[in-house]
């Protein structure tokens, strides 16, 4: 079984934010496959104005989103993360306005983003079912561990 150290250091995982202490002093850690990787950085570089014509821009949004979770802060439940349904797959949606990011806690305070893609192209396209199976493939091929207890204090402190 792979831990998130090892597929850190072989590059299949690239931590994004910082590790940052919380207010309990204790770390909340993000990781990114090269797919979300590559949507971050593109959202960063490009900062392209909101496709739903918000003010807060994708950026900014994605901003946010990842310094109150890096920083301990907390998030609300079914605005900002809720567990895909059915939640027996224990696959994780974090989410701004315009955006979802697809994955998984691999530990408490560890998250892992396989996929992220606009709210609109989701539905759009009913990509939601797809992108899921993303996710359970790649902790299945790789053997990454999971956690596998449903509620919010499984996840989060």
Do not use: C
């Not at 910082?18 to 959202?43: C, E, H, N, P």
């Not at 496709?51 to 609300?76: C, F, I, M, R």
């Not at 053997?143 to 919010?152: D, F, L, Q, S």
Request: glycine share 8%.
């Amino acid at each position: 079984m792979a831990t998130i150290s090892d597929l850190t250091r072989a590059g299949v995982l690239h931590p994004v934010g910082g590790s940052k202490g919380t207010k309990k002093g204790k770390t909340r850690r993000f990781y990114a496959t090269d797919a979300a990787l590559d949507w971050i950085v593109g959202v960063s570089r490009n900062s392209p104005s909101s496709p739903e014509g918000y003010d807060e821009t994708p950026k900014l949004q994605l901003y946010n989103l990842l310094k109150a979770y890096t920083s301990g802060d907390p998030l609300v439940f079914d605005q900002e993360f809720h567990p895909m349904r059915p939640g027996d797959k224990k696959i994780w949606e974090l989410k701004t306005i315009e955006m979802r990011i697809f994955g998984f806690f691999s530990d408490v305070d560890e998250f892992v983003a396989v996929v992220i893609d606009y709210k609109w192209r989701i539905k759009l396209y009913s990509l939601s079912e797809g992108y899921k199976n993303e996710v359970e493939t790649f902790r299945y091929h790789l053997g990454v561990p999971y956690v596998k207890e449903n509620g919010v204090h499984y996840v989060l402190s």
